[in-house]
């Protein structure tokens, strides 16, 4: 498979835990962005990463909220003592190498969907 | 103002009639534009993109720009009742790497 991977594909915690979400780009990409969608509304970016840096989190809550992509293995978006509006579809895009106009389309994994309980 | 807008819908055609999706974006400086299609429960999946102006054909979809009015559309030729679906429209700003999204349109092809 070499599209985008993300894991789990659902995942449940109760109100003050953490949940990681973890996305793997597609072969050859490497420009990680994250996005959050509630039910019947658009897709808010978060952050964009690339190898070992994050280029954009204006998206990004300021309390709660990190995420990384190192060096070695996937990115990862973390929630720390997540609350009932954490409930969402957190998708993942990769991107290839930023080398002309035509390298900046994004590819969007399966999502994971976080329910908060 | 919406830096991305879209008319929420729905838009209801016929099967084998045209769909006219439109698009409208706030930053002038924009320079990439992006179509995605969203099952429902399911993830986006890319459509096409353009990032001149004029227009863009690939099979059943053509992709219009016109960066004095920003303004871009989506066409759907041929319309099936499998291209009921929300639309996304997303537009990538001057000098920055995030793509903003429009709250997308969806679309019902009657059979």
């Known amino acids: 498979n070499a599209g985008v991977m993300q894991n789990p594909r659902h995942l449940v915690r109760r109100r003050g835990q953490e949940a990681r979400l973890r996305c793997s780009p597609m072969k050859g990409h490497s420009h990680v962005y994250w996005y959050r969608q509630l039910p019947e509304e658009g897709l808010k970016f978060m952050v964009y990463?690339?190898?070992?840096?994050?280029?954009?989190e204006s998206g990004m809550p300021k309390e709660r909220f990190s995420a990384e992509f190192p060096k070695e293995g996937p990115s990862i978006l973390r929630i720390q003592q997540v609350v009932r509006g954490d409930s969402a579809a957190y998708f993942c895009a990769s991107s290839p190498t930023l080398t002309g106009a035509s390298s900046y389309e994004q590819y969007f994994g399966p999502g994971t969907r976080l329910t908060v309980t | 103002q919406k830096e991305v807008e879209q008319n929420s819908g729905p838009l209801s055609v016929p099967e084998g009639a045209i769909a006219s999706l439109n698009c409208t974006y706030s930053d002038r400086g924009s320079q990439s534009f992006f179509w995605y299609r969203q099952y429902s429960g399911k993830s986006p999946e890319l459509i096409m993109f353009i990032y001149s102006n004029g227009d863009k054909e690939d099979g059943r979809f053509t992709a219009q720009l016109n960066k004095a009015s920003q303004y871009v559309s989506l066409l759907i030729r041929d319309s099936q009742p499998s291209d009921s679906a929300t639309y996304l429209c997303a537009v990538r700003g001057a000098g920055g790497f995030k793509t903003i999204f429009g709250a997308g349109t969806r679309l019902f092809v009657k059979a």
């Open positions: 990463l690339q190898k070992e840096n994050i280029i954009d």
